[in-house]
């Protein structure tokens, strides 16, 4: 496999016949990490993955892979691959021939065509399909075979665009965890877009937020997690509440809301009536109104819920550790 490359992207805008689709954004991508490019249908993910891909011109901006601006250069030459949410198979090829038809296009003999297919075949845990045709595998298998197919060309960079969508919940986790698995054995860079925060903070070292058109925020997915830098970030990732408190806009972990007994006064900070439980298996989401009117959320763990249960119209205190309280800016 080639080296890992980074990927820069600075001041890069679109725009399509005027209709500004992505807003001059800046963004560093390490060499060999696994950077997921998320956010809300529309907000430019797949055209900036395009634009990476060389799939659609650059309005505005550079983008480097390594140290070369690839502005002008083919997506082929940019040492890119890209897999598509549709696999785009052929159908009238084996497996092991749609894995080897980049290497059959260089004028690669066949038999050394087909050892390297094998050895990509495995990789993707497909070795045993190789003489099938695509028509005779369930979707999830030709998704490793485009998988396969795409990295066959030794990209430094794989630029994945909603692979997962067209899985089923229960496949889409085993595919998230070994997509996860292969980049880690590649060690090259993958840019994965999707809409589901949950895939990105399983597979990523870096998520991107965006919405419209710009970067609400790239970090860690700890880092979002625990300190959404803005409204649109806390709500978009789910499992935040956002408060005034103080003439500040924060931020609160649903888990990090204490449900008190309505007379505890240490650590109060608001009176509250339940309005609403929901049951979930590993925890109860317990929704909550307060005096001033403001709905919140809190989320305890099963059995902290059940040694002193609560039901809807209880009267209650709330509070939270002040670490747990992030201050938010505003939205771009
Ligand atoms: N070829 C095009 N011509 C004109 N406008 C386009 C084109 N492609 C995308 N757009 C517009 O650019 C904006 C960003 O689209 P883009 O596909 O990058 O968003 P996205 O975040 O990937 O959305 P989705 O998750 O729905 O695919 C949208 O408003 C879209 O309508």
Redesign the pocket.
């Known amino acids: 496999m080639s080296d890992a490359q980074m990927v820069e992207l600075a001041s890069v805008t679109k725009r ?2 005027g ?1 500004l ?1 992505v807003d001059a954004i800046n963004l560093k991508i390490k060499a060999g990490s696994y950077c997921c490019l998320l ?1 809300p ?7 900036t993955l395009r634009m990476i891909a060389g799939h659609e011109d650059v309005t505005d901006g550079d983008i480097m892979i390594g140290s070369r601006v690839v502005n002008d250069d083919p997506p082929a030459e940019r040492g890119t691959a890209m897999m598509f949410q549709s696999y785009a198979l052929f159908p009238h090829l084996s497996v092991a021939e749609n894995v080897a038809f980049s290497l059959r296009m260089k004028g690669v003999g066949r038999k050394e065509r087909l050892e390297r297919a094998a050895r990509m075949l495995d990789l993707v845990s497909m070795a045993e399909y190789a003489d099938r045709t695509p028509t005779q595998l369930s979707g999830g298998q030709q998704q490793r075979v485009a998988l396969a197919r795409a990295l066959m060309t030794e990209p430094s960079v794989l630029l994945l665009d909603e692979p997962l969508s067209a899985l089923d919940p229960f496949l889409r986790v085993r595919m998230r965890s070994e997509l996860r698995r292969i980049q880690a054995e590649l060690g090259i860079t993958f840019i994965h ?1 999707t ?1 589901s925060q949950e895939e990105a903070m399983a597979l990523a070292d870096l998520v991107v937020v965006m919405n419209d058109g710009r970067i609400a925020q790239a970090a860690p997915p700890r880092e979002i997690y625990n300190a959404p830098r803005t409204p649109f970030v806390a709500r978009f990732i789910g499992g935040h509440n956002i408060i005034e408190d103080n003439g500040r806009t924060i931020t609160l972990r649903a888990d990090d809301i204490d449900v008190l007994p309505a007379g505890d006064a240490t650590g109060a900070r608001r009176r509250a009536q339940v309005s609403e439980i929901e049951y979930r298996g590993p925890d109860v989401r317990v929704g909550l109104e307060t005096e001033a009117g403001e709905s919140l959320t809190a989320v305890m763990g099963e059995r902290a819920f059940f040694d002193s249960p609560l039901s809807p119209g209880a009267s209650v205190a709330i509070g939270w550790r002040p670490e747990a309280a992030h201050e938010l800016s505003r939205d771009a």
């Open positions: 399509y016949d209709a689709a956010g249908s529309g907000c430019g993910k797949s055209s877009v809409h």
